[in-house]
């Protein structure tokens, strides 16, 4: 019989405890930042702005808040925040530091993003991201619970990331004056302590704002002159030698080739984990499916491989099974986007294989029209992935592509606001009472054309009144949810069509990526399986039947009184059988539940239209009327907003029978232009439903 102590913890475990503290605090020890953490703190104290760069795993994102915790950047119960611009990366690095400083997660330590929060009162260091803090703007635009606002991972220029520099620079310096009012002016070397007693013009304490920017890459100067010639400190990287290797031919399948290499490091090389760098889920997923076909091949004798992915739309308890070590004699082989080039630090990776793609946003500004198409990746990109291999020891990247090829690359990453529609981020900015947008300070204007194309559309979508100002209560209600404009303004337009039941449905679906799953030795299970579910109306009512269905078998099972864990369990098996891609399911369902909250609270209506499909079919013409097409006589489509000629994707449901008119969610680029998640529709509706955009031909 195992014996317990006192505090029902077992001995085992009290001792396995204890090691573990004892190994995390060796860890923390030998970080590089550990050694300047007293020259950081004072850096911080001296200056409002600090830019710190430092290379991957040197302890920045870990270890800076907990310095700024310990040398009293909290007192009066202010908050130190840290954004990051991926969900993935403020949800492990949370966890992480919880357990270094031995404390649950939530408590002193925690993190919020979009669709799950982990914070409570008592959270005093708040990993988050960096659209979640925008959102928080909205709320407190002085963001006055915060002392030190850090920005992670700014070198990737998120489009949240910009937005965000632009606005911290404006709150910083609202602060500050506020502190000023009080008569006494601020010198920066000064203690700010004594000014915590002063209040903003709603009546709350503020005191001035310290701002950290933090970044990978050697891109410090252009953050620093955005700051006004802000400091930079630089912390020491370890990194380890690593060898890089090219391919002597250009590869015409990447994905081939990454499944090849991948076998050819397991059966030929030494120990070490293996991080592939792909880009997207559905690469990912039929490269596990294409591992392990191949894994059954292999001599019994060989030694065993596990695969684990990580993505961004990957529900996060998910992605942390990268993070898990595996039993001895067993490789792990890690299929990530560039999520781990360098927000998240998976450890034991020893091989870096690197096919050179990226899946990137495309925007065309003339035509208002976002895509997504994959293209080669940066040099900065291709040397921080290679990186990735140097981590705990020296290691090897293996480039899928020629060396004369990585000439040709470009240096760095053009910055995503330069690349992206607008309309969200102009609609953030409406709303927190920045009104004149081509005059805001970003720290990259994009284009005058990209900035009025999505005023325009906003002005279509009802969000902006004639004279670009954010409409009441349409434009309100639409910045508050946390979605693209064109799908806030879906549920809206739903609530008067009384089908926002199925509205709701549709825009959590289409949150995720690809719902169906078809493995390439079962495609004609999977298109039977297919059927069942498709409306010959197009694929919203397609998905909306597939929640349906799924929503039903957890009914059944909860009916049945089962636990969770075994209604997790049914859902898994009924996705198996019926092809559907079971994470996408169940992220899709967490949208849904938040998503449904934030409606609720808007007090709208949960009404469904039953089957009164030419209701609902209408209601998607009216939301996505920006995004409707015509079929020419060719058989290929034309996009009326744009002129563009696009084609349907293969995977819809559409795509034999070719309708005259459609609307669709999604313009995917490869060798020509597809459209994806459609719905057939009438096309007078467009005049009828969208007067302010199709005026009738009298
Ligand atoms: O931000 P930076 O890349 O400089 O480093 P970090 O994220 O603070 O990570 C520092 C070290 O903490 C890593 O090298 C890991 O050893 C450890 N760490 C971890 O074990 N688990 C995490 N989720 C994050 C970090
Ligand atoms: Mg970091």
Request: with cysteine; proline share 5%.
């Amino acid at each position: 019989m195992p014996s317990f102590s006192s505090s029902g913890v077992s001995p085992q475990k009290q001792q396995h405890n204890a090691r573990r503290r004892q190994l995390i605090r060796q860890q923390r020890k030998s970080l590089p930042i550990a050694s300047v953490e007293k020259r950081l703190v004072e850096e911080v104290r001296k200056n409002d702005t600090l830019i710190v760069v430092g290379e991957t795993g040197s302890g920045k994102t870990t270890q800076l808040p907990q310095f700024l915790y310990d040398a009293g950047f909290c007192q009066d119960g202010k908050v130190i925040g840290i954004t990051q611009p991926r969900r993935v990366a403020a949800v492990t690095v949370a966890k992480r530091v919880a357990e270094e400083c031995n404390d649950q997660l939530g408590k002193k330590v925690g993190y919020s993003i979009r669709f799950d929060d982990s914070t409570s009162n008592a959270t005093r260091i708040k990993y988050m991201t960096d659209g979640l803090l925008l959102r928080e703007a909205l709320l407190d635009p002085l963001l006055s619970k915060y002392s030190v606002i850090v920005v992670d991972e700014a070198h990737e220029r998120t489009v949240h990331t910009d937005v965000l520099l632009g606005l911290l620079k404006k709150v910083q310096h609202s602060r500050s004056v506020y502190a000023n009012k009080n008569g006494k002016i601020l010198p920066d070397t000064q203690d700010h302590s004594q000014y915590f007693t002063l209040k903003s013009p709603q009546g709350i304490k503020t005191d001035p704002l310290k701002l950290i920017i933090m970044s990978a890459s050697l891109d410090a100067k252009c953050f620093s002159d955005y700051f006004g010639g802000a400091k930079a400190v630089h912390i020491e990287g370890r990194q380890y030698p690593v060898d890089i290797l090219y391919t002597y031919q250009p590869e015409s399948d990447y994905l081939d080739a990454t499944l090849v290499t991948i076998f050819q490091i397991h059966l030929e090389e030494g120990p070490g984990d293996i991080l592939a760098f792909l880009t997207g889920q559905e690469e990912i997923e039929s490269l596990e499916r294409l591992i392990q076909e191949r894994v059954r091949q292999l001599p019994p004798q060989s030694s065993k491989i596990w695969t684990t992915p990580i993505y961004s739309s990957l529900p996060s308890e998910q992605q942390m099974n990268a993070f898990n070590p595996v039993p001895s004699g067993t490789r792990k082989v890690v299929l990530a986007t560039n999520i781990a080039e360098t927000s998240v630090t998976i450890p034991g990776i020893k091989y870096v294989i690197d096919p050179g793609m990226v899946k990137a946003r495309a925007y065309n500004p003339v035509t208002g029209m976002e895509s997504l198409i994959i293209i080669p990746v940066s040099k900065a990109q291709a040397l921080q992935r290679s990186g990735r291999a140097g981590r705990e020891g020296p290691g090897k990247c293996y480039r899928l592509f020629q060396e004369s090829e990585f000439d040709k690359l470009v240096d760095s990453t053009v910055p995503e606001i330069k690349r992206c529609n607008l309309a969200n981020v102009v609609l953030q900015l409406k709303a927190l009472g920045i009104d004149d947008i081509i005059g805001f300070d970003f720290m990259e204007k994009p284009s005058r054309t990209a900035i009025l194309k999505s005023l325009e559309q906003l002005i279509l979508l009802g969000a902006l009144t004639d004279d670009y100002k954010l409409s009441d209560p349409i434009g309100r209600q639409m910045a508050r949810l946390p979605l693209d404009p064109m799908y806030s303004k879906a549920l809206i337009v739903s609530n008067e069509f009384k089908c926002l039941e199925e509205m709701l449905i549709v825009v959590s679906m289409l949150s995720v990526e690809s719902i169906f799953f078809s493995p390439r030795e079962k495609l004609e299970e999977a298109r039977a399986a297919r059927k069942n579910f498709e409306s010959s109306e197009g694929d919203h009512i397609t998905l909306v039947n597939v929640y349906r269905a799924a929503a039903e078998c957890v009914e059944k099972s909860k009916n049945a009184n089962a636990k969770e864990k075994t209604m997790e369990k049914a859902l898994n098996r009924w996705c198996r059988e019926n092809f559907i891609n079971y994470r996408s399911l169940r992220h899709a369902r967490d949208v849904h539940s938040q998503i449904q909250g934030h409606v609720q609270q808007m007090g709208l209506n949960l009404s469904s239209c039953g089957d009164d499909m030419v209701s609902f079919r209408r209601c998607l013409t009216a939301a996505f009327f920006l995004n409707a097409a015509m079929r020419q006589p060719d058989g290929s489509y034309r996009a009326l907003a744009t002129g563009q000629s696009v084609h349907i994707h293969p995977s819809s449901v559409l795509f034999r029978t070719k309708p005259d008119c459609v609307v669709f969610n999604e313009l995917v680029r490869t060798s020509q232009n597809y459209v994806k998640n459609l719905t057939r529709i009438d096309p007078l509706w467009l005049a009828e439903l969208a007067p302010q955009y199709y005026a009738t031909e009298d």
